[in-house]
Structure formats: C-alpha cells, structure tokens
C-alpha cells in the first residue's frame, strides 16, 4: 500500500478510528526518540562521570555557578 493510499484509506475511518490512529503513529515516534535520547543522555552521563573520578574536570557547586551567572 502507497503512502497516498493509506491516507485515503484513513479518510474512511470513523473520528474515533482516527485519533486512534493518530495516536499510534505519534507514539511510535516518541518511542524511538525517548529511546535514542535515553541512550545518548546516558554516554553523556558516564563520560562526565569519568571525567569527575579521574580528575580530568572539577565539580563546581550551584553556588559558585549562580555567583558566576549573576556577575
């Protein structure tokens, strides 16, 4: 089935059928993207973590940021 049948197929279905269908195809979106930041946030979160125990970088407290923003 093409892309433009599918969409006339779709014309076919009642509102409820619709927004169903709508739904599905949103979520199945956002589950690939959730998983992909998921994954990218995690790399993010271990490589920062190795940084701080290897002394490559030095952790900085919020006070020193915001002090350091507001100047």
């Known amino acids: ?42 790399e993010v979160a271990e490589k920062r973590y190795q940084e701080l125990v290897s002394g490559k970088v030095e952790a900085v407290s919020w006070d020193d940021i915001k002090k350091e923003v507001l100047s």
Do not use: G, Y
């Not at 279905?13 to 956002?30: D, G, K, T, V």
């Open 1 to 42: 089935m093409t892309f433009n049948q599918v969409i006339e197929s779709a014309k076919d279905l009642n509102p409820q059928e619709r927004a169903l269908l709508a739904h599905c195809l949103i979520s199945s979106l956002e589950t690939q993207q959730e998983n992909n930041a998921e994954d990218a946030w995690a």
